[in-house]
């Protein structure tokens, strides 16, 4: 069975709301929730707790990075130390614990930065993976649901958004 | 500028590396770390406007926009990532920041020189910092208000809660700096005296004074409410606070440098060259070029996050009405 798009457009959350709200009670064949992506122009938590749980993983890339940054800072800045030719250093430490906290420090930040801001654009599949439709009225304060699935069950699935209120339905075949 | 070469952590063609106990070093990565940061933090945060202004624009307009919205749709998946992202990089920014200006203050501090040489300074250039960013922002935000007509954006109780925080800022600099005062006045080290003595009666003396005036009296006028809420006097005070923390920053260098350890090394009063004002000037203008170019080209108001103050007050006042 081929894969369909279809894309409406609600004048606010709750039409939207409603419409989801129906399309998950409908247990339509060839239709799964997990399918379903909501465009918004602000976030709407409980409009995203009908579709599900949808994990976010960005806090395991700023803690990788995170770590990653303070052992690299800190391995990079000894090795320095450790190898310079000659070590005059009077009894005090070849690689002295604590200065080298505030490079180790600042690369810890660093990276965390660097690789949260990477974390996120994965969670968004960026830049390969556009959405197939999309409307820039969603910019305009309005709300789209789009729903991927069978075409056998996409008449019905217009027939919901229909039903509670669309302004606009959008389709484009896989 | 052209020296940042011998700061930055990498050898050189001998083979030599940086100090790597020395705070210049610490200094450059420091605000390396700080610049990287903020630009990611801003850029970040202004994705969801940057879709906007591509859903609107046209012509190469629309293709710059495009450019940089970086694919943004406002899918829920998206709106989950950017929230978790900006929260979490807020929080790295908030103790960089503290760790920055601390480690500028270390440059000074852990040197051996009179007048620099003190044990508070990393607070209290941390606190210097918080001052003079919250005076910039009342500054600029009543001359935005003004020129984009945005009073229903930046409204007066925004303007209310910004002068509060400076004028609690402005405390704590006075205290740290009367702290700084006592520390040295009750000390054994006379060199330190005699150099806080010289600031206070010797040529720098207008200069430290309007320092201590404008840093810790002026703020005073934050304190009342009729003054808050006029912003002509605001404008004033903003810019009068600005030129205190200016000051101050004068008053930490040059005394050190025109009344130092040796008096051989005394000079009749170190001044600025006509070069060095250049470069302030010229300090002054890129800012106001850049700021002026960064608000002709991107939002400077955000638009999502008015987007869901306007939405979530709707909400609850129709839950009221219910």
Known sequence: MS??????????????????????????????????????????????ALLGPRPVYVQLFTLFGAVFGAITGFTL????????????????????????????????????????????????????????????????????????????????????????????????YD | ??????????????????????????????????????????????????????????????????????????????????????????????????SVHSIVATDFAVSQQPGWHITSFPPYFVAGALYSGCAAIITLFII???????????????LDKTCRLTFAIAMVWTYLNLIEYASVWYGNDVYAKETLIYRATGLYAPYWWAMNFLGSVVPFMLAFK????????????????????????FMIISPTFAHGYYPWTWTSGWWPSWVQWGIVLGSFGWFSMLFMLFCKIFPTVSMYEVKEMVYHRSEARKARNL
């Open chain 2, 1 to 98: 500028m052209w020296q940042f070469y011998y700061v930055v952590a990498y050898p050189n063609e001998r083979w030599t590396w940086p100090n790597f106990n020395s705070p210049l070093v610490w200094d450059a990565t420091a605000i390396g770390t700080y610049l990287t940061s903020s630009i990611v933090f801003l850029y970040f945060g202004m994705i969801p406007d940057l879709a906007i202004c591509r859903d609107t624009a046209t012509g190469f307009r629309r293709k710059f926009y495009w450019f940089l919205s970086l694919g943004w749709q406002g899918t829920d998946r998206q709106w989950a990532n950017f929230r978790v992202a900006y929260l979490t990089i807020a929080c790295f920014l908030i103790p960089l920041a503290v």
């Open chain 2, 226 to 249: 009729s003054m808050r809420n006029n912003l002509t006097i605001m404008m004033v005070v903003s810019l009068l606070l600005n030129m205190g923390m200016w000051l101050e920053r």
């Open chain 1, 77 to 172: 800045i000894a090795s320095a130390q450790a190898n310079f030719l000659l070590q005059i250093r009077g009894g005090r430490p070849v690689v002295p614990i604590p200065p080298n906290m505030v490079l180790t420090y600042e690369l810890f930040i660093l990276c965390g930065v660097l690789m949260t801001a990477l974390g996120c654009f994965i969670g968004w599949k960026l830049p390969g993976n556009r959405s197939p439709l999309y409307n820039e009225r969603v910019s305009e304060d309005k709300i789209a649901i789009l729903v991927k699935a069978d075409s056998a069950a996409i008449t019905a699935i217009n027939a919901i958004f229909t039903r509670h209120r669309s302004l606009e339905i959008m389709g484009e």
């Open chain 2, 144 to 158: 935005l208000r003004y020129v984009f007509r945005f009073e229903e954006y930046m409204t007066m109780p925004i």
């Open chain 1, 3 to 48: 894969k369909v798009h279809t894309m409406a457009l609600f004048n606010d959350f709750e039409e939207a709301g409603n419409a989801l709200q129906e399309l998950k009670d409908s247990n339509l064949a060839g239709f799964r929730m997990q399918d379903v992506t909501i465009k918004s122009p602000i976030e709407h938590p409980e409009l995203s």
